[in-house]
């Protein structure tokens, strides 16, 4: 009787209605498993599609091997039983023009970023909300940064070669700086707003002027950050200029291209060039990732494979390196306002201040050092006559500026276009999705409990983040022929390493509570892990999801430009043709896809917080 009543009890309760994060995340996961199915069907994938790559895959590297590094010569010789290579050393200029390939790459992104990180300063003043003079240079500022960073940098390349008479590397820095000025703008915006006002407010009440405020209140605060911006995006910029090679921008990118490009003996090369941008990768990763634990005395917390060396380093050299603020609670307590104040009044020259002022100081001899090998024509860009205007509209030229149009095509074939490009997005997303479904779990600590296997899967994460994007993405559309069904494979391969790891870390940072309540109950391994984990962490998984596609999206339309399909394909085909008009319309297409994507990632995070 008793039983009963408690049943009855429990059903007249009224079930609290399902949460909006809750609706919005199940409407998340399950769109992008509808939509990304849709997209395997309309990009035609099929198991003799996947016969077909797998025969262009050993295609492919029976064309590339044996490697031919540089220094070294492949010579096949046809002999009954089959062609014999033979490899020869043929003395070090090749190694010297290589070394030089990869002087010109770091000179150009150097150079590039450095110009960013200056141009994003203004920028970033009138996008915060705490320095900006009024809406109107808010809502301006903002609009430069996303317009900056939906336009690739190849277009600015081509754009400005055409304005300027190919003027040397000039083209290319610039537009590495223009690109690079919508991440470090925004994220140079996110960190002033996040200042303490204290020291702005009392420049004010001392009657300091505007720009006094800006420069000795704002600047010192998000000065580390600005530091760590441009170093991060310094990374990025160099895994993106294998992309800058399609249009001839001297460096690694170009000579991969002329690899791919040169026949079976170019094929050879294209290992090894591969090899190399990696290793340079990586290499600047960890230099880039030090830098900034050095300048902001903090352990790095990235996700990219220098953080995480780096991160390694100070776990083994023991205490004597940076530490995080959460980690040192005693430190932080005696970093209060009054503590830093009188230490930067009276901060001694010792080891860390020598130290830290050497590295400013040897950063900037850097920068100067790349502007120096670099020598772009900057004096063109003061001369009326290093300038086309005259060519930006001019009725009597097919190749003008203005007006754009669409050429020969109409906009069914631009929305089509556009649709692959979505489609390549989808597609590659829920294939990343479903692979790391099963790589990040068993990468995080409270899933996995055997050392091994966590360690494998993590190790497979890292070191599909070491290798560029791009450089993914050309290797599979060589491997597997072009197509958005290679873009596909290659986003979805690529976007393993990322999406993984940030499943894994959102996994360990759930609350134990639930799961140790379910394991106490006597629930077993994989009933902790669906009834409390997993759903303790969807939120943060929509969020990586929608991260990703956004990515994708943007990373969707590179690829057309390397033979991928899609709105990038038709970019190329008016980039080769030097169709300036057609350029201008299918960028505004881009802009309009890349503003729409990234304003329903917003709101879908908002909504999942």
Same mark, same amino acid.
């Given at each position: ?10 059903l ?15 409407g998340?996961?399950l ?20 016969e ?32 014999t ?22 000179a ?12 994003s ?5 009138g ?17 430069i940064?996303?317009v ?37 703008? /925004?994220?140079? #915006?996110?960190?002033?707003? *996040?200042?303490?006002e204290?020291? $702005?407010? @009392?420049?004010?009440? &001392? ?30 910029n ?11 921008v ?38 880039s ?5 050095r ?22 050299s023991?205490?004597?390196?940076? /530490?995080?603020? #959460?980690?040192?609670?005693? *430190?932080?307590?005696?970093?209060? $306002?009054? @503590?830093?104040?009188? &230490? ?10 020598v130290a ?33 205007w ?16 669409f ?47 966590r ?18 993405a ?6 597997t ?8 494979l ?11 790891k940030?499943i ?57 430009i ?25 960028v ?7 503003v729409?994507?990234?304003?329903a990632?917003?709101?879908?995070r908002?909504?999942?917080?």
């Amino acid at each position: 009787m008793t039983a009963i009543a408690a049943e009855s009890r429990l059903l007249s309760v009224k079930r609290p209605r399902p949460r909006l994060a809750s609706v919005v995340s199940g409407g998340v996961i399950l769109a992008i498993i509808v939509l990304g199915v849709w997209s395997f069907i309309g990009l035609d994938y099929s198991f003799k599609s996947l016969e077909t790559t797998s025969g262009n895959i050993s295609r492919f590297i029976g064309l590339a091997t044996p490697m031919q590094w540089p220094g070294w010569e492949v010579t096949g010789t046809r002999t009954a039983a089959g062609t014999t290579f033979t490899t020869e050393w043929v003395g070090w200029e090749p190694v010297f023009e290589t070394l030089q390939s990869v002087a010109i790459t770091l000179a150009l992104v150097i150079a590039g970023t450095a110009l960013a990180a200056l141009l994003s300063i203004p920028v970033a003043y009138g996008a915060a909300r705490n320095t900006t003079p009024n809406g109107a240079v808010l809502a301006i500022s903002r609009g430069i940064g996303v317009v900056m960073r939906a336009i690739p940098d190849v277009v600015f390349v081509v754009f400005l070669a055409f304005l300027w008479f190919n003027s040397g590397t000039l083209p290319a820095i610039v537009a590495i700086g223009l690109h690079s000025i919508g991440m470090i703008s /925004k994220m140079f #915006a996110d960190a002033v707003e *996040q200042i303490d006002e204290g020291p $702005r407010l @009392a420049i004010r009440a &001392a009657g300091g002027s505007k720009a006094q405020e800006f420069w000795s209140g704002v600047v010192p605060q998000a000065l580390p950050a600005w530091i760590a911006i441009a170093l991060h995006r310094a990374d990025i910029n160099l895994r993106g200029t294998v992309i800058l090679g399609v249009v001839g921008v001297a460096g690694l990118g170009y000579d991969l291209d002329d690899a791919l490009h040169a026949g079976p003996a170019g094929m050879r090369r294209v290992i090894p060039i591969v090899l190399i941008i990696i290793a340079l990768c990586v290499v600047f990763e960890i230099i880039s990732s030090s830098i900034r634990a050095r300048l902001l005395d903090v352990r790095p917390t990235g996700k990219g494979i220098g953080d995480t060396v780096v991160r390694a380093m100070t776990r083994r050299s023991g205490a004597s390196g940076p /530490k995080t603020a #959460a980690q040192t609670p005693a *430190q932080q307590a005696t970093r209060d $306002r009054n @503590a830093r104040i009188e &230490a930067a009044l009276h901060r001694p020259w010792d080891r860390d201040r020598v130290a830290t002022t050497t590295w400013i100081w040897l950063g900037i001899a850097v920068v100067v050092a790349a502007f120096v090998y670099a020598q772009p024509d900057i004096l063109r860009l003061f001369t009326p006559e290093g300038w086309r205007w005259d060519q930006v509209s001019n009725p009597d030229l097919d190749r003008a500026v203005w007006p754009p149009n669409f050429g020969s095509r109409d906009w069914a074939d631009v929305l089509a276009a556009v649709l692959t490009t979505v489609q390549v997005a989808f597609a590659a997303t829920l294939m990343a999705a479903i692979i790391s479904a099963v790589v990040g779990p068993l990468s995080a600590r409270n899933v996995a409990a055997n050392g091994v296997v966590r360690n494998t899967f993590r190790g497979i994460a890292l070191f599909l983040r070491a290798i560029p994007d791009l450089v993914v993405a050309i290797l599979f559309i060589i491997a597997t022929g072009f197509g958005p069904q290679a873009g596909a494979l290659a986003l979805g391969i690529g976007g393993v390493g990322l999406l993984a790891k940030l499943i894994g870390d959102s996994m360990e940072e759930v609350p134990n509570g639930p799961e140790r309540a379910v394991a106490a109950a006597g629930g077993s391994r994989s009933q902790v892990f669906f009834s409390s984990t997993v759903p303790f962490s969807i939120p943060a998984l929509v969020g990586h999801l929608m991260y990703l596609l956004e990515q994708n999206v943007r990373s969707a339309t590179l690829l057309g430009i390397v033979g991928a399909g899609g709105i990038g394909f038709l970019l190329l085909n008016a980039l080769q043709g030097r169709h300036f008009d057609q350029v201008i319309a299918f960028v505004f297409v881009i802009i309009a896809l890349v503003v729409v994507v990234e304003t329903a990632s917003i709101l879908i995070r908002r909504a999942v917080r």
